[in-house]
RNA sequence: GCCUCGAUAGCUUAGUAGGUAGAGCGCGGGAUUCGUAAUCCCGAGGCCGCGGGUUCAAUUCCCGCUCGAGGCUCCA
């Protein structure tokens, strides 16, 4: 519901005509006139529908609570269907608005509404001191749980070697940490520029916006379609070596289920909500529905714990607000691996923390991103279990910065988030691991323990790489970040073309492809560049997309056994056999996963996306 | 969600003090068969984001919407 509230000296109105939703009135009712009082207007709106005592009730809360601090006389209700663009049935207004005069008047405050759906002229005076103008928008959740969110701040600190640190007397010496603690602080300073990456991911023919879809979800391209299966078979690797048990669950949830309800409505307005005729749907913001409904329907003995569960959520989806949609660094829908641990007790779950931790750091080393950490504790935890959280900080081999919570808020007692640095100074939050101490006994996840009593698991959450698509991000913005060192390109693994060969002339053609095929049967992904281009365009163009070994064929190449070939990194040219190549590109994509290029060997045949 | 700014060919854009528009890249055709960051010539391609208003006339001015960019979070 929104609600415009306007201390008034006076408001005046008269109906004129009827719309085809007008409620019946008497003449009495047909103009009226107040004073000194406090204008109500406002717009039922359909999610209202869902609870609408609640609705009414914290409505009411707030306008009497307004009504006491300005020292009007009277509430004037005063429907305005003009403050939404969502608006209720009409029936469900005129009964919120009914019930909200009632209420109004049992708490013995003067209290009228003006005729709902009626076409009407109107003058009101706006007093115009500080709170004569208000806006609110009024939802059915409780009060009490927003009063808590505001209420004693969190403590920062840089842990150090096991030392406290305030934030503001550490002696920043790595510039990342330093940007993401001003950041998470409030208070660094922003320059108003677009981020690099979203300029390179259509440049590159990786991904785009889709108009034609709400914000925040893109279009991806055979090119970044690539790279995004790359990195889903990276994660499903990594975390499958670690004992994890991949599932594949529903994206969409039935809000009618408690234990879904509870766990949707921590995460508030952000919610991606799917309106039916009867049911009322969700889809999921990451894999924990669908794995939690899995492990409660599933019997657990202690033997079975740790128990992984791996999904990779193609899509999550976040109602992330309109004008923080960004790239692919936020965005509505978008990929997400998620590991659920299900672990015996917290003792076991530390364990396996440590062990995620390795996880989430070898996913910067594997991208060769710089990762800054924040440790996240509530007091509790963090009084009691100091040490571990000291040691397990010590892992990250440098400073981290911490937050202690008062209490607890969330359905985790201590969680520990990486974040890649843009190239504005801004974090790009990646890796995550949680500890989850709500949902076991929420979704009746039971587990047998040895002295044959059930038992609610405690449940780790990690993300050992943070979204797919903020990944790409980071990789993108680590470019951007290093365009005056080195040369722009994507580790070999993740390019879409390794290896781009180059024949000079038509008579050169023949033995491209021929080499072409050869190294594709080696599994390097590369390409030809059969236009009828001179070499100087063929070469610019190799660069522009990023690609990082060129091979020139010429009369030379024909007549010998060694190639030459342009390696972008170095910007070196040098010459070396066929078996030297693969050898080479194989050793720069150390064991990585390989996917074939899934496009025409030919750029002549080629679509410009 | 709110505020500010923007939207002209597939892309990057110039321009019109109101009289329906040019360029580069890309694309198609032709010539060139060429050794390391753009070969030359020709051609096609535009409801100037969408809807409404003002006007004899709107891509241009005004309003609304959509999409994008940045910022903001009850503060005017």
């Known amino acids: 519901m929104r609600v415009l509230l306007i201390h008034s000296d006076y408001l005046k109105y008269q109906t004129k005509s009827k719309t085809k939703i007008a409620e019946k009135i008497d003449d009495e009712k047909k103009k009226g006139s107040f004073e000194n009082s406090l204008v109500a207007f406002t717009a039922v709106e359909k999610e209202d529908e869902a609870d609408m ?47 909200i005069e009632s209420e109004l008047a049992e708490m013995d405050i003067k209290v009228a509404r003006v005729p709902f759906g009626w076409y009407k002229s109107f003058e009101v005076s706006c007093k115009g001191h500080p709170l004569s103008e208000l806006s609110r928008t009024i939802t059915s959740q409780k009060t009490e749980e927003k009063e808590k969110e505001k209420g004693e701040e969190s403590k920062w600190y840089i842990l150090d070697e096991g030392q406290l640190i305030a934030p503001e ?77 991949p599932v594949e669950t529903p994206i969409m949830y039935d809000l009618a289920d408690d234990a879904i309800r509870v766990h949707a409505e921590k995460f508030g307005e952000r919610q991606y909500r799917l309106g039916h005729k009867k049911k009322e749907l969700m889809l999921r913001y990451a894999c924990c529905f669908g794995a939690f409904r899995v492990l409660s329907d599933s019997f657990l003995t202690w033997k079975n714990l740790p128990a992984r569960i791996y999904e990779l959520s193609t899509y999550s989806f976040r109602m992330e607000k309109k004008g923080e949609v960004v790239g692919l660094k936020r965005l509505r829908g978008f990929t997400m691996p998620d590991l659920h641990t299900v672990c015996r007790d917290l003792g076991q779950s530390l364990v396996e923390f440590d062990r995620q931790i390795d996880l989430c750091m070898r996913t910067g080393e594997d991208f060769n991103v710089n990762y800054e950490v924040i440790f996240r504790a509530t007091k509790d935890f963090y009084d009691e279990y100091k040490e571990w959280m000291h040691a397990s900080a010590q892992k990250i081999g440098k400073p981290v910065l911490l937050e202690i919570l008062p209490e607890r808020k969330n359905y985790w007692i201590s969680k520990m988030d990486f974040a890649a640095i843009d190239y ?177 060997l030919k750029l002549s045949e080629r679509i410009n996306f």
């Not at 993740?494 to 050869?518: C, K, N």
């Open 53 to 99: 005592q609640g609705v009414v009730e914290n409505a009411v809360k707030e306008i009497a609570d307004v009504f006491s601090k300005v020292g009007a006389e009277n509430v004037v209700v005063y429907p305005y269907a003009h403050l939404s663009s969502s608006l209720s049935s009409p029936d469900a207004a005129k009964k919120i608005l009914i019930e």
């Open 169 to 245: 007397e550490f002696d920043f010496y790595n510039k990342d940490l330093e940007q993401l603690t001003k950041y998470e602080l409030g208070k660094s300073e922003s320059s108003g520029e677009e981020p690099p990456h979203v300029k390179l991911m259509k440049e590159k023919g990786l991904a785009d916006y889709e108009p034609s879809a709400d914000v925040g979800h893109l279009r991806w391209y055979p090119k970044g379609r690539l790279i995004r299966d790359l990195l889903a078979d990276y994660v499903y690797l990594l975390v499958t070596k670690e004992g994890a048990m």
């Open 424 to 600: 504005l100074g801004r974090p790009i939050e990646n890796p995550t691991v949680q500890i989850d101490v709500e949902s076991g006994e929420r979704f009746d996840i039971t587990f047998l323990e040895e002295n044959e009593q059930e038992d609610y698991p405690i449940i780790l959450h990690c993300s050992p790489t943070g979204s797919i698509e903020r990944v790409i991000c980071s990789l993108l913005e680590k470019t951007a970040v290093e365009m005056d060192e080195k040369p722009p390109m994507l580790p070999v693994w993740l390019s879409p073309t390794q290896v781009r060969i180059l024949p000079i002339a038509e008579r050169h053609m023949d033995y491209a492809l021929e080499l072409a095929r050869e190294l594709k049967d080696h599994n390097v992904r590369v390409d030809v560049d059969d236009r009828p281009e001179r070499v100087g365009k063929k070469i610019r163009n190799a660069a522009t997309d990023w690609v990082p070994y060129v091979a020139v064929i010429g009369d030379n190449e024909l007549e010998s056994e060694e190639l030459t070939i342009n390696i972008r990194e170095t910007q070196e040219k040098q010459a070396m056999t066929r078996e030297d190549l693969v050898k080479l590109v194989k050793q720069e994509t150390n064991e990585m996963p390989f996917r074939a290029l899934p496009l025409p």
